[in-house]
């Protein structure tokens, strides 16, 4: 199944990978209150996560080690190396100043669907927290089976 674009959004089904980024000392309250309204966007809801992803400078923020937790994901970790490699939709300089990436929600949340992983809702902000989801490339169409003849 393939997804629709719908409004800026893009309709898939299957495991969705959740990028996340966020300022030092941002709470869990806040970090799970954007993953769930980013999921709502998409028809989605928390037991669709499969992962959480971050810059591995980010990874020890409690707010996310605690969002992971509560949502019963892994929280995968990425270098800036590793993101920077990632084109995204909306690069940030000053994301690009503290982290060494132009991206770290969008970027992280591809590298975490995988290869050919898609942007299913691209990067939302609340205060102190960015978030990204993305999901594993789209199954193609079958193909018609020939016709008798």
């Known amino acids: 199944m393939t997804p629709a674009h719908q409004g800026g959004?893009?309709?898939?089904?299957?495991?969705?990978?959740?990028?996340?980024?966020?300022?030092?000392g941002a709470g869990v309250e806040e970090v799970v209150s954007l993953i769930a309204r980013t999921l709502a966007e998409a028809g989605r809801?928390?037991?669709?996560?499969?992962?959480?992803?971050t810059a591995d400078v980010k990874a020890d923020e409690a707010g996310l080690v605690a969002a992971a937790g509560r949502l019963g994901v892994p929280l995968l970790a990425?270098?800036?190396?590793?993101?920077?490699?990632?084109?995204?939709?909306?690069?940030?300089?000053?994301?690009?100043?503290?982290?060494?990436?132009?991206?770290?929600?969008?970027?992280?949340?591809?590298?975490?669907?995988?290869?050919g992983g898609v942007l299913v809702v691209g990067k939302r902000k609340s205060a102190?927290?960015?978030?990204?989801?993305?999901?594993?490339?789209?199954?193609?169409?079958?193909?018609?089976?020939?016709?008798p003849g």
Request: aromatic share 2%; net charge positive.
């Open 45 to 53: 809801g928390t037991g669709d996560v499969v992962a959480l992803a």
């Open 9 to 24: 959004v893009e309709r898939a089904a299957g495991p969705l990978f959740v990028g996340v980024g966020a300022r030092r």
């Open 78 to 115: 990425y270098g800036a190396g590793e993101l920077a490699a990632v084109p995204v939709p909306r690069p940030s300089a000053a994301v690009l100043a503290a982290v060494g990436t132009p991206g770290v929600a969008e970027a992280a949340a591809l590298l975490a669907a995988g290869p």
């Open 128 to 147: 102190r927290v960015t978030c990204a989801i993305a999901g594993p490339r789209p199954l193609s169409s079958p193909s018609p089976l020939p016709g």
